[in-house]
């Protein structure tokens, strides 16, 4: 070994040992800028973006979404959209696995304690009341689920939704894809006068391939009139006060919380058909949420 490293240093010289030194030193300082003691990063690839919030999702495996972190909705209510699933808090649904949150919708017939029977189930997480944020940087790395019926979502509601209600409260959809449209997602804004058919939004085409193919990262920048949209740091929409229809109101100026769901069926995506494989499979490898400096 040593013999080895003495005619490697004869070979490159004193300035090819400065600059692999120099080198070696850069890159345990960038590691070191990027982690925190639990491997999570405490700032953002742009330097005026701090850490304030994160799930890597990585406990044991075949373990629990944090219950620190999330609650897991259960209900198969239709959701207001006349969705399909069964929300459940089985493992079945949503459990921790290789670093990865797993959301999986299954083709089961299943009755909740409701009475409610479902053909399908799946799983709904959200941070209400255990994690709220005002503005910042809210991104997630995510492969989503393919197929006709599919509805995989990350996105955020208004916490004042108990009394405000919806759509009052506000809501942004970082990210919504329909299986009908394996190459597109959407982000979009909800609020009074501009919600459910009629919100702003846009979508996001991917240059080739499906969404579904690979983990892409999802984000929005939020600050005081105005949100921007990015996928895999594109940015490709961003929408102010400006935007609104006459006559209507900004409702992004108050706390939000996360959800992270995958539905099946309902209004917008159609239902599962033939060619729609079971069980499918949202990963989140991460979660994040950043504040200004």
């Not at 991104?139 to 599919?150: N, S, W």
């Not at 509601?157 to 990210?175: F, H, R, S, V």
């Not at 690979?214 to 949209?229: M, S």
């Amino acid at each position: 070994m040593f013999g080895q490293i003495g005619r490697w240093f004869r070979a490159i010289g004193w300035l090819g040992l400065l600059v692999a030194c120099v080198g070696s030193a850069a890159a345990i300082l960038v590691a070191a800028a990027g982690t925190g003691a639990a491997g999570a990063p405490v700032q953002s690839a742009d330097a005026n973006w701090v850490l304030t919030w994160s799930d890597e999702f990585d406990g044991p495996d075949g373990s629990a979404p944090d219950p620190k972190k999330w609650t897991v909705e259960t209900g198969g209510s239709g959701w207001g959209n006349n969705e399909l699933e069964y929300y459940t808090a089985r493992r079945t649904n949503s459990r921790v696995e290789k670093g990865n949150l797993v959301i999986d919708a299954v083709q089961e017939k299943f009755t909740g304690p409701d009475g409610v029977a479902r053909e399908y189930t799946s799983a709904r997480l959200k941070t209400e009341k255990l994690f709220t944020q005002k503005y910042g940087k809210f991104e997630a790395r995510i492969r989503i689920p393919k197929g006709q019926g599919m509805w995989p979502a990350f996105w955020m509601l208004g916490d004042d939704i108990p009394t405000a209600k919806w759509p009052a409260c506000g809501e942004i959809d970082i990210m919504e894809n329909i299986g009908s449209e394996p190459g597109t997602v959407h982000g979009t804004i909800h609020g009074p006068g501009y919600s459910g058919a009629h919100p702003l939004g846009a979508p996001y085409a991917f240059p080739s391939g499906n969404v579904a193919d690979d983990f892409h990262v999802f984000a929005v920048e939020w600050e005081p009139k105005e949100i921007r949209f990015y996928v895999d740091g594109h940015l490709y929409e961003t929408r102010t006060p400006a935007d609104l229809p006459a006559g209507t109101r900004w409702v992004f100026d108050h706390p939000f919380f996360l959800i992270l769901n995958v539905a099946v069926g309902g209004g917008w995506p159609g239902n599962p058909d033939a060619s729609t494989k079971f069980p499918q499979q949202m990963l989140v490898d991460y979660v994040r949420v950043y504040s200004r400096k």
